[in-house]
């Protein structure tokens, strides 16, 4: 039954990567698709990618973290640094000769001068992108590190994962950061020399997104059927057990906390020039929860339930923000509370329970079986 529900994920994955890279770029191209829809869409699959980074540490190794909206935020701001430095004489205040040195427009609207120090290395696309990675893998890292060297686990983790990410909220929100207080960056024109208007750009964009979830996925997808992806999900099951196995389990979990984290990061990267804006308020805690929401209705522990249930959930939002905003919160409430009591594998494990049905097989064949770790003892 395994390798059907496996060949049944294949599938799904197989069908998304022809839609996503193929078909919609094209619609697009023959006018069929506007440039806000390709955008809107290629914003989901930002928050998809965010998804699968909540699913490869809450799925496979049982840690539920609250903070990921931060790292995904980090990597916006990281991108939004050379997008807005990219703006230069077509920012207001330079246009109206009020901004001799090109600063980025809310820098002269508080009165700043001069480029902070470390602004400047920001011009290089090369630095932004490197720094995407670097800055929330840095702080993953050593936050990972002294959690996970304190053994702290369960509740408690999430509750660390959250405050660290109000934490940061509150710090960006501050003007004397220079990283635009409460309104954060937008307006942006450029992206290596192309108009962030043009449609050819926004299909490259949504097309750049579509390949890093497919490869995201599929590099997930790898890791967890590894050894390291059977110790991971031994961790999940019980660590305990691990750790009498001779498993260094901290270190298991502060890989898989980094790597999630670049993950999330990369999403926010390519967030920032399809949304047109990064501001703090992405980094607060409910963005992290809605991610939550996002795993356990598409699937949590199967990497493509995630992306499922965030293209599904964003798509609602968007629908119901429009036509019933007062509703929306109820909306989202309770098709959580429905997921979670009559499809607690998520969305993606309809087919599995159809064929099941057709067949007329109990259900409890499809729960995952649990994963025992072995010691080797030499003789």
């Known amino acids: 039954m395994r390798s059907k529900i496996n060949i049944i994920e294949l599938v799904v994955v197989a069908v998304l990567a022809v839609m996503l890279v193929i078909v919609i770029p094209v619609v697009h191209a023959s006018g069929l698709l506007s440039d806000y829809y390709i955008a809107l869409w290629g914003k989901y699959l930002c928050y998809a990618v965010l998804a699968i980074s909540v699913d490869l540490l809450w799925g496979y190794t049982g840690l539920l973290s609250l903070g990921q909206a931060l790292f995904f935020s980090l990597g916006g701001y990281m991108l939004g640094m050379y997008l807005m430095l990219m703006i230069g004489k077509l920012g207001a205040y330079a246009q109206a000769g009020n901004n001799p040195n090109l600063l980025p427009d809310f820098m002269v609207f508080l009165g700043h001068t001069f480029l902070p120090w470390f602004w400047r290395p920001f011009y290089s696309f090369g630095f932004a992108a490197l720094m995407v990675f670097l800055l929330p893998g840095l702080l993953s890292c050593i936050f990972g590190y002294l959690a996970f060297r304190s053994r702290i686990k369960g509740v408690y983790f999430s509750i660390l994962t959250q405050a660290l990410t109000y934490a940061g909220a509150l710090m960006f929100f501050r003007n004397d950061m220079t990283m635009g207080g409460n309104n954060g960056f937008t307006d942006f024109k450029f992206l290596l020399g192309c108009d962030l208007r043009s449609p050819a750009t926004k299909r490259g964009l949504f097309i750049a997104t579509s390949i890093l979830i497919l490869t995201v996925y599929l590099g997930c997808r790898w890791l967890t059927r590894t050894k390291f992806g059977l110790v991971q999900r031994a961790v999940r099951d019980s660590e305990v057990r691990v750790l009498f196995s ?3 389990a ?7 906390f980094v790597v999630a984290a670049i993950i999330a990061s990369l999403g926010g990267a390519l967030y920032v020039p399809q949304a047109g804006i990064i501001n703090p308020s992405e980094m607060w805690p409910d963005k992290s929860l809605e991610a939550v929401v996002w795993v356990a209705v598409g699937g949590r522990g199967t990497l493509v339930g995630p ?3 965030a293209v599904i959930v964003n798509w609602l939002k968007s629908w119901a923000t429009r036509m019933c905003p007062d509703w929306w919160l109820i909306i989202l409430g309770g098709l959580f509370i429905l997921v979670v009591l009559f499809l607690p594998r998520g969305i ?5 329970i159809v064929i099941k049905w057709w067949k007329r097989a109990p259900l409890d064949d499809l729960a995952p079986a649990p994963v025992a770790v072995k010691s080797e003892v030499k003789a």
């Open 246 to 248: 001779g498993y260094a």
């Open 250 to 256: 901290a270190s298991y979990k502060l890989f898989v």
């Open 307 to 309: 992306v499922i249930g």
């Open 348 to 352: 993606i494990s309809i087919p599995g």
